[in-house]
Each structure stands twice: as C-alpha cells, then as structure tokens.
C-alpha cells in the first residue's frame, strides 16, 4: 500500500517556476514508478511526466518537455515536478500516480495510487 500527497501548487504568472511534490508513504517506495498527471477544468487527466523507481529513466510529455522535469528522493520519498516557463495552458489539477509494475508510462490505468491533487494556475 502506498498513499500519496501531493504539495507545491499555486497562483504564478506565465513564465514562472513551481515545484511541485508529491510524498509518499510505505517502506517500499523505492519499487514503484511514479507518474504526474494533470486535469484542467472540463478536460480528461492527461500524462505530464512519469520516473521509475530507481530515477534513471524518466519519460515526459512532448507538450512538456524542455520546461518540467522530474526526479525523486527515495530517502526522502519524495517525487518532484519542476515546473519552469509555465504557460496559462499549463493551469490545471495536478497528480501524481504511482505503480508497482516500475516502468515508465502515460497510461493513467497503470497507475492504482493517487493522490489528492494540487492546484497550479499560470495567469497570462
């Protein structure tokens, strides 16, 4: 079992930065892959970024790619998002996901831990 929470969201304007967190509970983080996930208003979750549970293979979003990068601390049980040159369009809930199948994928069905979400809006 792993729960999730997710942390670092707000109001920023376009071309600003946010590092988002997302801190996880259990003793065997380390073994699962952890994937961000974004739903703005009115819109299906889409991938952004998703990690391995080791960090050295990570996959983004080519809407993403360039501006967010993602990375964990397995001591600290933490998975980040940086989040730089953020757009208006980038305004959304965002969460994070995680599985124990370890691999990297944009697949929110892969995913059978969620977190609570957190808000980012980029103002124009």
């Known amino acids: 079992q792993v729960q999730l929470a997710e942390s670092g969201g707000g109001l920023v304007q376009a071309g600003d930065s946010l590092r988002l967190s997302c801190a996880a509970s259990?003793?065997?983080?380390?073994?699962?892959?952890v994937g961000w996930f974004r739903q703005a208003a009115g819109k299906e979750r889409e991938f952004v970024a998703a990690?391995?549970?080791?960090?050295?293979?990570?996959r983004e979003a080519d809407s993403v790619k360039g501006r967010f990068t993602i990375s964990r601390d397995n001591a600290k049980n933490t998975v980040y998002l940086q989040m730089n040159s953020l757009k208006p369009e980038d305004t959304a809930v965002y969460y994070c996901?995680?599985?124990?199948?370890?691999?990297?994928?944009?697949?929110?069905?892969?995913?059978?831990?969620w977190g609570q979400g957190t808000q980012v809006t980029v103002s124009s």
């Open positions: 996901g995680a599985q124990p199948n370890n691999y990297v994928t944009g697949e929110t069905s892969a995913y059978g831990y």
């Open positions: 259990g003793r065997t983080f380390g073994n699962y892959a």
């Open positions: 990690v391995v549970g080791s960090g050295t293979i990570t």
